[in-house]
């Protein structure tokens, strides 16, 4: 058997073998999950992707022979680093074989690269910020794939931890039965939500996407004052939201859209939307000429709801707000005939935020986890 030998990624040919490495790991699993291939070539294209403005990052392909075997992505996030007064370098987008060996020379390569930019320690699979996939799925591989989430086999895991990477933390992922009716508890918190409040509050709910535009932005800065403390949260600047809003506005449906209002002020937000996964897999992961067509039909017939994005300004947390928007679009998801709700997913330290599933009845399905391991000097 050939040697491994790691490249990196320096032309077009490379990039697409980089891109398309998990189509050719994964090509014996029938219920995999492609990726969206034009939302890979924008994540990876450190021209147009702005989030390459305040991060280094080297793409690494693994071959045995002439044949791609592997690909990682290393990463050093400098705006986080400097927020969280930190020396951690990344590693993310790893896929292999189930070969112990190609695992070793990626990621050895990963760490030789990230201590030259003299970092201490490494953390992954952990892209630019929590709102690209994270973790390794480790359990509930009996469930169908998350396009929101990994998608890697489950020895994957075991490939990580024999090169020594330890737990750093994990993530877990919620289904929710849609409730026929919502728990006394709710109920009567929403009641006395809206009625101490004697009319300041505002319930805005879209029909369309020209209704919603003028609040993706301020949503979005929003979120970069809720998700401060989350774990690899990186706030997003001006071009940014405006770039995240752009790519985001043409596949949502407003009507999974809720925000809440005091006065003119934004204080509350939740972004949901049925599942994209069967369209996905029906487009092959490719939007055109007629891939687009066929996720927004699979969208329209999901019966899965999944909470995108949300968030509640912190000087109105425990105020019931966040029941206000979970009455409105749990309403919004059973007028459409959806059965399930998927929480996306939570850290497992969010204590709060797990109690609320839990109170639905909600049922762990899939767990993730991130690494980490500290580089020798």
Known sequence: MSEIRVKEVSTHRDLKAFIHVPAKVHRNDQN???????????????????????????????????????RIMG???????????????????????????????????????????????IVGPLAFSDKDPQGVQIEGFEYPYLFTAATNSPYLRKLIENEGYLKEVDLVNYNIDLPYELPSVYRKAYERTISSKNGSLEIVEFRTKSELKPYIVPVLEL???TFSEIYGFVPLNDKEKKEFAGRYLPILDPEFVKVVKSGNDLIGFVVGLPDLTAGIIAAKGRLF????????????????????????????????????????????????????????????????????????????VKRFRIFHKILKT
């Open 32 to 70: 995999w999950l492609p990726p969206i291939y034009n939302d890979e070539w924008l994540l990876f294209n450190k021209k147009k992707n702005r989030s390459y403005k305040y991060a280094d990052a080297v793409f690494y392909l693994a071959y045995r022979g002439k044949k791609p075997v592997g």
């Open 289 to 364: 000429p007629i891939g687009i067509f066929k996720i927004l039909k699979e969208m329209k017939k999901s019966k899965k709801l999944m909470l995108m994005l949300g968030g509640v300004k912190k000087d109105f947390r425990g105020q019931g707000i966040d029941v206000l928007m979970a009455v409105k679009i749990f309403n919004t998801a059973k007028n459409r005939h959806m059965t399930v709700i998927d929480s996306h997913l939570i850290l497992e330290n969010n204590v709060r935020m797990r109690a609320e599933c839990e109170r639905l009845d909600g049922k762990v």
């Open 75 to 121: 990463l050093v996030n400098n705006r986080y680093n400097t927020l969280k007064a930190e020396k951690n370098g990344r590693f993310c987008f790893l896929e292999c074989l189930d070969d112990q060996e190609v695992a070793h020379a990626l990621l050895t390569k990963t760490e030789e690269w990230v201590k030259s930019k003299g970092m201490e320690k």
């Open 223 to 225: 979120m970069n004052l």
